[in-house]
């Protein structure tokens, strides 16, 4: 393998990897029976939690409510170390109250951001999604409990007469039977608990707003450069650009005539990306093809 080819698979994987590391400052207070070792363990998970709950507020789209948001540190507060990809210690300061740590946190924004689309909290986030409950069979404390922190974390306020509309009700055996409803199509499916079944379905329904989404995608595929660290700078530029969003770079190609390489995002200001477009790439000798948007 030469060491261009080489270059360029490692350039590869680092754009590809799903993950942002930045510092992040805790302060964990002294504890009796604790140990130095396991203080500094705590101030580590703390420092975990921190980072993921800034990632999840970098991620959405707009900021979600005072209640959204206190849910969704809940849900993270147990969970944030499996979305943690990686860490380095920066600094360990012993105060006479406790230890101040500083950590770089690499978070797994791609799975982060898959979670959160699939519990709705991407979609609504600012924007709450009215929605009514039927319950046609009685739920238990805890069941009823866990449904409501699911719909205040998923961005969904319960109104009377409002679709989409979710029912519930026991169907056969120790089944639940779950139906969710909109003015387009309605979703059914069945689970012996109906909190899973509850997840079961607003993830199908909040699939659907991916897909449609999707075609508010553009594709730009840009070709020219004469080695892959032209590309990881336009690479820098667009996800720096205020004019699109959701940035994901789908490839890149070594042939004869150059390196090329593939970008999908949401436009949000088509007039400022072209102007951007005009300026950046006739001046490096570039070419682009462009689809969708």
Same mark, same amino acid.
């Given at each position: ?12 994987? +680092?754009?590809?990897?799903? #993950?942002? +590391?930045?510092?992040? %400052?805790?302060?964990?207070? *002294?504890? &009796?029976?604790?140990?130095? =070792? ?19 507020? +970098? ?20 969970? #944030? /170390? &499996? ?11 012993? %105060?006479?109250?406790? *230890? ?25 986030? @600012? ?8 319950? *046609? ?15 205040? =974390? @998923? ?30 199509? &309605? ?20 699939? @659907? ?27 820098? =530029? *667009? ?5 699109? /969003? ?13 390196? #090329? ?17 005009? %300026? ?14």
């Amino acid at each position: 393998m030469s060491a261009r080819v080489l270059c360029l698979l490692l350039l590869l994987l +680092a754009l590809s990897l799903p #993950a942002h +590391a930045g510092p992040v %400052e805790v302060f964990q207070p *002294l504890e &009796q029976n604790l140990s130095p =070792m396991q203080l500094r363990a705590k101030a580590r998970q703390g420092a975990f939690v921190q980072a993921v709950n800034q990632a999840v507020l +970098a991620l959405l789209p707009a900021a979600p409510g005072e209640a959204q948001q206190a849910k969704l540190r809940e849900y993270f507060q147990d969970r #944030a /170390q &499996q979305y943690v990809t990686g860490y380095q210690d920066v600094s360990a300061v012993q %105060e006479p109250e406790g *230890l101040r740590l500083t950590l770089n946190v690499e978070v797994n924004q791609s799975a982060l951001q898959s979670m959160l689309r699939r519990c709705g909290a991407y979609y609504t986030a @600012g924007h709450p999604l009215a929605y009514d409950l039927r319950l *046609l069979s009685p739920l238990t404390a805890e069941e009823s409990r866990r449904l409501d922190d699911l719909a205040v =974390m @998923g961005g969904l306020e319960r109104h009377a007469g409002a679709l989409p509309e979710f029912t519930l009700e026991r169907g056969v055996g120790t089944l639940w039977k779950g139906t969710l409803r909109t003015p387009e199509t &309605q979703l059914s499916d069945t689970q012996p608990d109906p909190v899973g079944l509850w997840e079961k379905l607003w993830n199908r329904y909040f699939a @659907g707003q991916t897909t449609a989404a999707a075609g508010n995608f553009t594709v730009l595929r840009v070709s020219g450069w004469f080695s892959p660290d032209g590309a990881a700078e336009f690479d820098r =530029m *667009l996800r720096a650009f205020g004019a699109v /969003q959701d940035v994901q770079m789908l490839g890149m190609e070594l042939a004869t005539s150059g390196v #090329a390489a593939s970008w999908r995002f949401k436009v949000v200001d088509a007039e400022a990306l072209e102007a951007r477009l005009k %300026e950046y790439l006739p001046s490096r000798g570039l070419t682009r093809t462009q689809s969708g948007g």
